[in-house]
């Protein structure tokens, strides 16, 4: 346990720290109410372990600042010299010309002009991600317009053409403490970003906050089609076609838009009266998976011809069409390439396309944990792919971490049961320590 000298500590979070620290096991467990100093313990308990890594998971963006204070804090004191990484989203740097409706960003950044590490004048040199790195222990992590304010903190200039973005996720692996939302670690098409950074270190803990949160992973990675999809794509086909010669493509427009119209109608129809008695956010068990997907199959038959298109495209941006194809296609790709309201819509048109797929593909073969769900908003319903428990979204991910030992904190002021943590959430909990102080006690302060 490394020197605390200087800080102030409440009983309990000694207390607490006794706990963990001398007591076996990898997963444990800590419920302490807000304001109780839960993150600071959750910091030294790492600390006192001596691990190579902490992962420390948020369920926000704006949750990242309290750790981020705290180890800036010990810092300070001395109390540890590792550095912080903070990871805030590719949509927070990207501009906002370059996010779709879903709040998306429609281009990848090894195309995009604002990426500091394609300048020429820059480089991606590990200069720069070391300044990344240093500049994530300085500027607060929830600050507005934060791709602007990395550039200018970094000497970029004009700090609004540049991103750092691609710059600060090289710098997670050289980082002792990761700050960021669940989705960095726990979404499969995400973690990416810290475990291929991380895999050559011996030992690690990950300190998942306010654990009880991790149920709404399972919306984040859910699938979903509603009849006001269908009209919106129906729309968007046609944008495309007035911004794009379709004409070369042999598209009958009027017949897809009309189909598509047509059967989020019957969709519509059919999803209102299963859904007649169902409350506003609440979800039930589709009635009739078969009858859903023969709906579904006459979406996806009347975007065939699109779905068929947005494939060739697919291909020829990876480089795997021919000769003929690309001809073809080459006018429509560069006015993808070139024009980015082309790129929303040609974005939207693809993922409807994939959605329907996805959930076709589902009812033909279903996945042991997940299912097909009609749910009721307020302005709308629809059908929704998603896992029935936390544990499916991640549970490869959980598998790779436990081979490695990886060391486990599961933190929340309302932790569920232990029941609870290991059937849903798939985590085998070693020991469940559970502090409810008096908030008015006085703090001890360690001098020595």
């Not at 990761?178 to 499969?188: A, K, R």
Request: glycine residues 8%.
């Amino acid at each position: 346990m490394p020197s605390l000298k200087g800080l102030n500590l409440y009983p309990w979070q000694y207390e607490v720290l006794g706990e963990l620290l001398n007591r076996d096991g990898r997963v444990f467990a800590l419920s302490m109410p807000t304001g109780s100093g839960k993150t600071l313990t959750a910091l030294l308990y790492a600390l006192g372990l001596g691990v190579d890594r902490v992962i420390y998971l948020t369920r926000t963006i704006n949750e990242e600042r309290a750790p981020w204070n705290e180890w800036g804090r010990l810092v300070r004191m001395g109390v540890t010299r590792g550095r912080i990484a903070t990871l805030h989203g590719k949509a927070r740097f990207c501009p906002e010309v370059y996010i779709d409706e879903d709040g998306e960003p429609v281009i990848q950044c090894s195309e995009c002009w604002y990426n500091a590490g394609k300048s020429d004048t820059v480089g991606f040199g590990d200069f720069l991600v070391h300044e990344a790195l240093n500049i994530m222990g300085i500027i607060d992590p929830t600050v507005p317009n934060i791709r602007v304010s990395y550039s200018r903190a970094m000497g970029l200039k004009p700090p609004e053409a540049y991103c750092a973005y691609p710059l600060t996720l090289q710098a997670v692996g050289y980082a002792r403490l990761i700050v960021g939302p669940y989705p960095y670690l726990l979404l499969p098409q995400i973690a990416g970003v810290i475990l291929d950074k991380i895999e050559d270190f011996e030992s690690m803990l990950v300190i998942i906050d306010e654990v009880h949160n991790l149920d709404g992973l399972t919306d984040l990675v859910s699938t979903r089609v509603s009849p006001g999809r269908l009209e919106s794509t129906a729309e968007a086909i046609i944008k495309l076609c007035s911004k794009v010669d379709c004409e070369p493509f042999n598209l009958d427009l009027d017949n897809i838009v009309s189909a598509l119209k047509a059967i989020a109608d019957d969709l519509s129809i059919i999803l209102n009266d299963w859904t007649k008695e169902l409350d506003v956010g609440s979800t039930i068990h589709a009635k009739d998976p078969v009858l859903i997907k023969g709906i579904l199959n006459n979406a996806y038959d009347a975007l065939k011809p699109i779905v068929n298109l947005v494939r060739d495209i697919a291909g020829l941006l990876m480089g795997k069409i021919d000769d003929t194809t690309r001809d073809r296609l080459r006018r429509i790709i560069i006015m993808i390439s070139e024009d980015i309201e082309v790129r929303k819509i040609y974005n939207k048109i693809s993922k409807t396309a994939v959605a329907i797929d996805k959930i076709i593909q589902y009812i033909d073969k279903p996945s042991t944990g997940w299912g097909v769900y009609v749910y009721r908003e307020k302005r709308t319903v629809g059908i929704m792919l998603r896992p029935l428990l936390a544990k499916e979204v991640y549970k490869d991910i959980l598998n790779t971490l436990n081979k490695r030992n990886t060391r486990f904190l599961l933190m929340s002021g309302t932790l569920p049961s232990k029941r609870y943590i290991e059937h849903v959430y798939g985590f085998k909990v070693d020991k469940i320590v559970v502090k409810n102080p008096r908030l008015g006690a006085i703090k001890v302060r360690i001098d020595a």
